[in-house]
């Protein structure tokens, strides 16, 4: 067999994106407060870029006022060899009189133990917000102050360890129990159980929803027999809302089970989430859509307010021009100089890309803006695109984690951008309007009658959306958190 090497040419096409094109994607893609801690790293990790910090005329020292108010005894003493030195002397003599007066004024000496001027970084670490307590360590520091014994505190250790972010017990007793070991018992783990469950928040320790509220109810200092018993006899037909047989077996009216599903509804079904609970991220607008005040129409504006104004420090682009220093400085300079520029070029893309696309969308979803969420019309992004003058994909970035701000509120930029379907008037309606509608039906419907999903689909149909199949209306209806007719109903 014969081995060789052989050249070969073909042409074809490879899409290279160059380090600043990848850096332009990523900004635009950024929300504002992301944008800004992302211009905070760039600010401390190239020297080259600096804020733009506009001095007021107060701030300005001009040399001739700085000379002015110089001390003379802080200028070089020089003793002439000519004329009679009484000027001279006279200088040291001022300087004399001025240290003792200032020693006079200061007093005894002493050791200077605190200073005026606050620690920063001191300051900075009290403001700091404390990492949020997890309910693993809440449940562990009240159970080290639990008496009990030994065996009895092990296995309530090994309980809380698989306690969920929710407050319940995730396994069974019987599988914490191992054979092999020695230091606690199947019985330790009941009465450590026992213990645990009244620590708090109250109803932690529960393992179905069924423990969970009867613990909180057993722990309440009103009477709630009656709760108690509907709880522990007939929780399946309560999750079921079959209250009229609940009635019938707790021989009691069904107005008398609806006062007890009202007293219950105070309870907690997932205490654990009380403590360590995640911090929601504060939304912030990007874009601020307002009525114009010189025109029936609508002003958008960037909310980029916070934004700092970035520049190019002066003395280091005049220093990467100066063929006097190394080229390894110049080199660094230079390299910062264009990651500089870049990211300035891609800073400034951001705002007119963004500016331009929600300039379009308002324009297209104007009775949106004028009448209310029912008036959304379908739009796909690459309209947007089309009227902007660019790529699908950027459209798609720009929108990305981006918020309008506008007189019904703050919400996301992409919710604008919908598909839809005409309606029996030829007029265009967006799956959102649609959804809209339905939770208006449902929220009007008799809930001593409620409406099934195909009488909603009639409904639907009696406004104009027809075409619409009662599986469509059944997934919108679960989109958006709605029980079927059954668990609607109102006795």
């Known amino acids: 067999m014969k081995l060789e090497m052989t050249g070969q040419m073909r042409m074809e096409q490879r899409m290279k994106l160059a380090p600043h094109m990848i850096q332009s994607m990523e900004i635009l893609q950024l929300p504002i407060l992301a944008l800004q801690e992302r211009i905070e790293q760039e600010l401390n990790s190239n020297p080259v870029l600096e804020m733009e910090e506009p001095a007021g005329d107060e701030d300005v020292v001009r040399p001739e006022e700085q000379l002015q108010e110089e001390d003379v005894g802080e200028q070089d003493l020089v003793v002439d060899t000519d004329n009679n030195k009484a000027e001279d002397f006279g200088r040291l003599e001022s300087i004399g009189g001025g240290f003792r007066d200032y020693m006079d004024e200061a007093g005894p ?239 400034e893309q951001r705002k007119n890309t963004l500016l331009k696309v929600a300039t379009a969308v308002v324009k297209y979803q104007r009775d949106f803006f004028e009448k209310g969420p029912l008036h959304l019309r379908p739009l796909p992004m690459s309209k947007v695109a089309d009227e902007v003058g660019v790529h699908l994909a950027t459209v798609s970035r720009a929108v990305a984690g981006k918020y309008v701000q506008c007189p019904m509120g703050i919400m996301p930029l992409r919710k604008f951008f919908s598909g839809g379907m005409e309606d029996a008037n030829g007029q265009a309606r967006s799956w959102e309007a649609i959804r809209v509608k339905l939770q208006q039906i449902i929220d009007a419907e008799d809930k001593t009658h409620p409406l099934s999903d195909d009488q909603i689909r009639k409904k639907l149909a009696d406004v104009g959306i027809t075409n619409l199949a009662r599986r469509t209306v059944a997934k919108y209806r679960k989109l958006l958190n709605i029980p079927t007719a059954r668990f609607r109903k109102k006795y």
């Open 109 to 347: 000496f002493r050791r200077k133990v605190a200073t005026d001027e606050p620690d920063r970084k001191l300051q900075a670490i009290k403001n700091t917000v404390a990492p949020p307590q997890s309910l693993h360590q809440y449940l562990t520091e009240q159970w080290g102050l639990v008496e009990a014994e030994e065996s009895v505190k092990k296995a309530g250790s090994m309980i809380i360890d698989y306690i969920d972010k929710r407050g319940y017990l995730t396994v069974r007793l019987e599988q914490l129990h191992n054979k092999d070991r020695d230091d606690f018992t199947l019985g330790d783990l009941t009465a450590a159980l026992e213990l645990v469950q009244k620590l708090e928040p109250v109803g932690v320790g529960a393992r179905d929803l069924r423990e969970c509220l009867l613990i909180q109810m057993s722990q309440r200092g009103e009477d709630m027999s009656f709760e108690t018993k509907l709880v522990a006899e007939h929780m399946d037909a309560l999750l079921e809302n079959r209250l009229p047989d609940i009635a019938k077996k707790m021989d009691c009216d069904v107005e008398r089970i609806n006062q007890a599903i009202e007293r219950m509804s105070k309870l907690d079904t997932s205490p654990g989430l009380q403590v360590g609970q995640d911090r929601n991220q504060p939304v912030t607008p990007d874009v601020i859509v307002e009525p114009s005040n010189d025109s029936d129409g609508y002003s958008v504006r960037l909310a980029d307010s916070s934004l700092p104004v970035l520049r190019l420090n002066n003395d280091y682009t005049k220093m990467a021009k100066d063929g006097k220093i190394g080229e390894e400085t110049r080199k660094f300079l230079n390299d910062n100089i264009r990651s500089a520029r870049w990211i300035l070029d891609a800073i």
